[in-house]
């Protein structure tokens, strides 16, 4: 199931070109007062909503897809976190690469040394939205990753279990200012974190670990790649993951840009597409 947030608060479910709209599956969500908490309401219910999204898939409103405005399909995640070059052909360029190491040792290690990095949550953006070029006196990147959205909370997931936490996948794009500083603060301007253009639920998506990735700029390829090349996979990045932190529903995983990344400038348009995802289209701006 491709399930979607758009115009607002509404939610629905994608099939081809129609959304079905199934807004009326949030009225089940519990009435919350502070202390809200720091996890996605709407993704940690999702397997007692799924029967009620079902029902009003087959029976509720529909619309042509090109006639909504698609919105950030996971609203609330405690935490976003994201792998550091983990395909090895990209961690060939950074290291050939004076523009994309700068001469920063940490910049140029093995993921399984240097491990995972957060991105702040205010970075994030939904689907329809631009990204806004935050420090336009530097080199800034397009990095396309596969997202993946936590379902349900664990520590110390083992591999073997790992896939049974995932609620869903989406396309994520982890936008990134070249220099010298820590990742987190590089990565985490304000609309440098893109999710959608919705989620594809787990049940639809079984195995991660054979997608094409493809994202150009005007047209032009840039990044063409598959997550069979991942470095570290989709179950084993979890299992880091939970090593360190409890994950909880609606946590993102970014896992990882493959090689090919390249400045984008105001005017440009990103199209990031994701096999048995979608496509998402994101403007520029400055
Ligand atoms: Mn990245």
Redesign the pocket.
């Known amino acids: 199931m491709k399930l979607c947030r758009y115009d607002g608060d509404r939610v629905g479910v994608v099939q081809g070109d129609v959304m079905h709209d199934v807004t009326r599956c949030l009225e089940d969500l519990p009435s919350m007062r502070y202390p809200f908490p720091q996890h996605d309401q709407f993704i940690a219910r999702l397997p007692d909503l799924m029967p009620k999204i079902v029902a009003a898939a087959a029976t509720g409103v529909t619309k042509p897809l090109d006639q909504v405005r698609l919105d950030l399909p996971v609203v609330n995640p405690g935490k976003i976190i ?3 070059v983990n395909y090895s052909k990209h961690l060939d360029e950074v290291r050939d690469q004076a523009d994309l190491n700068h001469g920063n040792e940490s910049h140029m290690r093995h993921i399984r040394e240097i491990g995972l990095f957060l991105k702040a949550n205010s970075s994030l953006i939904g689907p329809s939205e631009a990204v806004r070029i935050g420090r336009p006196d530097r080199r800034n990147d397009h ?1 396309i ?1 596969l997202a993946v959205v936590i379902g349900k909370a664990g520590k110390d997931i083992e591999p073997e279990e790992a896939l049974s936490y995932v609620a869903g996948y989406a396309i994520g794009l ?1 936008m ?1 200012v070249r220099g010298p500083e820590d990742r987190s603060f590089r ?1 985490s301007l304000d609309t440098y974190t893109v999710l959608g253009p919705w989620m594809v639920t787990a049940e639809e998506l079984p195995d991660p670990s054979a997608l094409d990735l493809v994202l150009t700029v005007n047209g032009e390829m840039r990044q063409k790649a598959n997550t069979r090349d991942l470095v570290l996979s989709v179950p084993e990045l979890i299992a880091m993951a939970s090593s360190f932190y409890t994950l909880h529903p609606g946590d993102l995983i ?1 896992t ?2 493959p090689e090919g990344v390249a400045p984008v400038e105001p005017g440009d348009v990103m199209q990031a597409t994701i096999e048995r995802i979608g496509t998402m289209t994101v403007p520029v701006i400055g």
């Open positions: 994201a792998a550091p990095e990753e982890d990134t990565k970014l990882g840009t």
